[in-house]
């Protein structure tokens, strides 16, 4: 049974950054993708980053490009979500999910979740 436990969120002030993780367990992770989501109060949940293990390949939602960036640590089983020039829309619960084959921003292909760690973005 694969799973998968956030931290590292918190309060910061607008234009600060934070770097969440996500422990991964279970099992080997070389044909899984990892995939950060968030979701704000009042709204759906939305893709964030995305990550396949195997092949490097990443993807990012629009609203983050060139302020979050998504890594790994493969002899941790972890990954990373780096987040700088931090808004206050980007205030949410942040949640780290797993699936078996690629990327996809998705999260009804995600099978595994994490129970999600709050950011919140003072202004």
């Known amino acids: 049974q694969v799973q998968l436990e956030e931290s590292g969120g918190g309060l910061v002030q607008a234009g600060g950054s934070l770097r969440l993780s996500c422990a991964a367990s279970?099992?080997?992770?070389?044909?899984?993708?990892m995939a950060w989501f968030r979701q704000a109060p009042g709204k759906e949940r939305e893709f964030v980053a995305a990550?396949?293990?195997?092949?490097?390949?990443?993807d990012y939602a629009d609203s983050v490009k060139g302020r979050f960036t998504i890594s790994r640590d493969g002899a941790k089983n972890t990954v990373y979500l780096q987040m700088n020039k931090l808004k206050p829309e980007d205030t949410a619960v942040y949640y780290c999910?797993?699936?078996?084959?690629?990327?996809?921003?998705?999260?009804?292909?995600?099978?595994?979740w994490g129970q999600g760690t709050q950011v919140t973005v003072s202004s």
């Open positions: 279970g099992r080997t992770f070389g044909s899984y993708a």
């Open positions: 999910a797993a699936r078996s084959g690629p990327g996809s921003v998705y999260e009804r292909l995600y099978r595994y």
């Open positions: 990550f396949t293990w195997s092949g490097d390949i990443t």
